[in-house]
């Protein structure tokens, strides 16, 4: 199997201001072929605008935010907006088949949304088959006309996207790829402060960043203000994104930024490249060799966990939400992987012939083929899902001892089905996401539509209520969309379902989310027009 290297993209932003409180932003992107060459290579791709990675939005807070999708590709395609909270737009939300129908080759559909009760970075992705690759790009929001970061205003931003180079049509390869790295060069004047935007766009790598003999002080995550946290490294999922704030404050010279993956699956091939930016200081000499980062070890379980885990929220800065209290709904909810009897007619390379699957509490998830499911709840169309998705696992089991575990033949097989679960307006959830070893253990990175939530806890092994409870922190836990669930491990997450419509939770490893790694949440109306899903748009594509 042929290795990826990541590709480090960056774009420099400056810190703009404008004189309205409020602005209505357009935008308009040609969704279409093109050809670019990398490593030597001409590739056929799909990108936005002729550009990859895709146009750098630029909002401020509370800002609406308008997009002219056109589809010029020869594919279905839709676009996410992740992270972005969506307050009564569901229909823009994007994922096929969850809250719309693809946009067919030839065809338009425009996003429309206010962005609000956010700051920071996030951004944009298609959300069909492997086409975010891609198709893709940063959305970055800055607070409202004359509000400050709650931190030092940095000298400049800069924008880095890792991503992914693949030497083959991501369309017609989903499980293998090589990939190319253009070497990006960021130049700094000695004792100034860099906004750092870092967004991991990659499919399915979990990635250590690290600038070489240089702290970073991280102060947002998934556009979420954090408490200063200092670190010389970070461990980032695909999916989320991390602001830090970069010092130049070492010797001048050069030095490389590096990235390399974190993988803890066994015996399944993963990207083992580096890859590689540079600072370079103003003032150091052209010839100086630049010095390289020490980076993790590929399966650095501990360091991506300390990264993680030791992040908290900023407790009363913009923004920030209070952890609701009471709990309305609790679940308990395995991940992991499995397998799935071949179709008919057709060869699969797994044991016994079998493919490949993916399960929450032993559901493999499918999305309708029809009808979006956002439809269909809006419309009260029978036959497209049903609302009894469990809230616990059907069979209890020692979840993380892959020696009884693996390949265990009654926990192999779930059944392929389009389950979801039904919420009241403004009731909270509690998840208890648990790590399995049916197959290996793994970091899942789990995404959720629509809502963000506090991450009360996360271990090792398997969750016990009574032992585990006392480590919840209730005052100020870090706020996330996208959180690496441990590898053999446990996290605990609590949201409020305040935003009616249909909303996805899936892995943002594409290739789980393929075989059927995800759930839904419908969340019901509440009581007043202003706590309704709206009608959908007239230009709402068609299954």
Same mark, same amino acid.
């Given at each position: 199997m042929r290795s990826p290297v990541l590709l480090l993209v960056s774009v420099l932003t400056l810190v703009m201001a404008t004189t309205a409180s409020a602005a209505v932003v357009e935008h308009t992107f040609n969704v279409q072929n093109l050809t670019v060459t990398r490593l030597c290579n001409r590739q056929l791709i799909v990108a936005v605008n002729g550009s990859f990675p895709g146009p750098r939005i630029r909002v401020r807070e509370g800002d609406t935010l308008i997009v002219h999708v056109y589809n010029k590709s020869p594919y279905n395609l839709t676009v996410h907006w992740h992270g972005v909270f969506q307050k009564l737009s569901c229909w823009a939300d994007g994922p096929n088949m969850i809250t719309q129908c693809p946009i067919l080759p030839?065809?338009?559909?425009?996003?429309?949304?206010?962005?609000?009760?956010?700051?920071?970075?996030?951004?944009?992705?298609?959300?069909?088959?492997?086409?975010?690759?891609?198709?893709?790009?940063?959305?970055?929001?800055?607070?409202?006309?004359?509000?400050?970061?709650?931190?030092?205003? *940095?000298?400049?931003?800069?924008?880095? +996207?890792?991503?992914?180079?693949?030497?083959?049509?991501?369309?017609? /390869?989903? =499980?293998? %790829?090589?990939?190319?790295?253009?070497?990006?060069?960021?130049?700094?004047?000695?004792?100034?402060?860099?906004?750092?935007?870092?967004?991991n766009t990659a499919l399915n790598g979990q990635l250590f960043y690290k600038i070489a003999n240089h702290n970073l002080t991280v102060v947002a995550v998934d556009a979420a203000y954090t408490k200063p946290y200092v670190t010389d490294i970070i461990m980032i999922a695909p999916g989320q994104t991390v602001d830090t704030l970069l010092v130049a404050?070492?010797?001048?010279?050069?030095?490389?930024?590096?990235?390399? *993956?974190?993988?803890?699956?066994?015996? +399944?091939?993963?990207?083992?490249?580096?890859?590689?930016?540079?600072? /370079?200081? =103003?003032? %150091?000499p052209p010839i100086a060799k630049p010095l390289m980062p020490t980076l993790p070890a590929f399966n650095d379980t501990a360091t991506a966990y300390k990264f993680s885990s030791s992040l908290s929220g900023l407790r009363d800065g913009p923004h920030w939400a209070q952890v609701p209290k009471n709990v309305d709904y609790k679940m308990f909810v395995?991940?992991?992987?499995?397998?799935?009897?071949?179709?008919?007619?057709?060869?699969?390379?797994?044991?016994?012939?079998?493919?490949?699957?993916?399960?929450?509490?032993?559901?493999?998830?499918?999305? *309708?083929?029809?009808?979006?499911?956002?439809?269909?709840?809006?419309?009260?169309?029978?036959?497209?899902?049903?609302?009894?998705?469990?809230a616990k696992p059907p069979i209890e089991f020692d979840y993380t001892n892959a020696t009884i575990n693996n390949y265990n033949p009654a926990f192999l097989?779930?059944?392929?089905?389009?389950?979801?679960?039904?919420?009241?307006?403004?009731?909270?959830?509690?998840?208890?996401?648990?790590?399995?070893?049916?197959?290996?253990?793994?970091?899942?990175?789990?995404?959720?539509?629509?809502?963000?939530?506090?991450?009360?806890?996360?271990?090792?092994?398997?969750?016990?209520?009574?032992?585990?409870r006392e480590m919840f922190n209730l005052v100020d836990p870090q706020i996330l969309n996208t959180i690496g669930v441990p590898a053999g491990g446990w996290a605990v997450i609590r949201f409020t379902a305040d935003n009616p419509g249909v909303w996805i939770m899936h892995c943002h490893l594409d290739a789980h989310l393929t075989y059927g790694l995800g759930t839904v949440f419908m969340v019901e109306n509440g009581p007043t027009p202003k706590t309704t899903l709206p009608l959908p748009p007239v230009d709402l594509p068609n299954c």
């Open positions: 030839g065809n338009k559909y425009t996003y429309k949304f206010k962005i609000s009760g956010q700051e920071g970075t996030l951004w944009w992705h298609a959300h069909v088959s492997w086409l975010r690759a891609t198709v893709h790009g940063a959305l970055i929001i800055r607070p409202k006309s004359g509000h400050k970061y709650p931190f030092p205003k *940095p000298h400049r931003e800069v924008t880095i +996207i890792l991503g992914e180079w693949w030497n083959a049509n991501v369309m017609d /390869v989903e =499980d293998e %790829a090589v990939t190319s790295g253009d070497m990006y060069k960021l130049e700094v004047e000695p004792g100034k402060t860099y906004l750092l935007r870092i967004v404050d070492q010797d001048i010279g050069s030095y490389y930024m590096a990235a390399s *993956p974190y993988s803890t699956s066994v015996g +399944i091939p993963y990207d083992n490249t580096t890859t590689r930016g540079v600072v /370079v200081y =103003d003032g %150091a395995t991940v992991g992987l499995g397998f799935t009897p071949c179709e008919a007619n057709r060869t699969c390379l797994g044991p016994k012939g079998t493919k490949l699957s993916a399960s929450m509490n032993n559901q493999s998830f499918v999305p *309708p083929k029809r009808m979006s499911l956002l439809q269909a709840f809006y419309s009260n169309v029978d036959g497209i899902y049903t609302t009894d998705f469990p097989f779930a059944p392929k089905v389009t389950k979801v679960t039904k919420l009241k307006f403004n009731s909270t959830v509690e998840m208890v996401l648990q790590n399995t070893a049916i197959i290996g253990v793994e970091n899942h990175p789990m995404h959720l539509h629509g809502s963000n939530f506090h991450v009360l806890a996360q271990g090792f092994g398997n969750y016990n209520l009574s032992k585990h």
